[in-house]
């Protein structure tokens, strides 16, 4: 189960990713600071190492900033595409691991439609 899916949004693709509170939970701590990064290994294994990062002050609004760009324009994701942010746990060595998938939005006419939401989604 994904421990964060979104669809992408134009902030998304031109800025940085926009994350939920509960995402925060999922990453390794912060330490006090206002920024980790971690390493996410994607569908084919290779490593993208992104940043997440919190405001200072008031509400942390957390976002994923540097390897973001660098991940949208290689899959070249645009609005509506998918991205998901899983964590798993090794049991045996108890180490940590993420993983991040990006799903292309399928074209309308070829899409399934149930009450006319569309499902499904072709991976990158």
């Known amino acids: 189960m994904a421990n964060f899916s979104k669809f992408i949004t134009e902030t998304d693709v ?7 509170m509960k995402f925060l939970k999922s990453l390794p701590s912060f330490n ?3 920024a980790v990064e971690f ?6 294994g290779k490593a ?3 940043q997440c990062s ?18 949208i324009n290689s899959k070249k ?13 090794n049991r ?5 691991f993420y993983e991040v998938r990006a799903e292309k939005a399928i074209k309308a006419e070829k899409a399934i ?4 939401a569309i499902i499904g989604y072709a991976p990158c």
Request: aromatic content about 14%; proline content about 5%; hydrophobic content about 35%.
């Open 48 to 50: 993208w190492t992104f």
């Open 14 to 20: 031109k800025r940085r990713l926009t994350v939920p």
């Open 54 to 71: 919190i405001r200072r002050r008031g509400h942390p609004k957390p976002v994923i900033t540097r390897g973001w760009m660098a991940f």
């Open 32 to 34: 006090g600071g206002h």
């Open 39 to 44: 390493e996410a290994r994607d569908e084919r």
């Open 92 to 96: 045996a060595t108890a180490e940590t």
């Open 113 to 116: 439609k149930i009450f006319g």
């Open 77 to 89: 994701l645009k609005m509506g595409d998918r991205v998901s942010f899983f964590k798993y746990k």
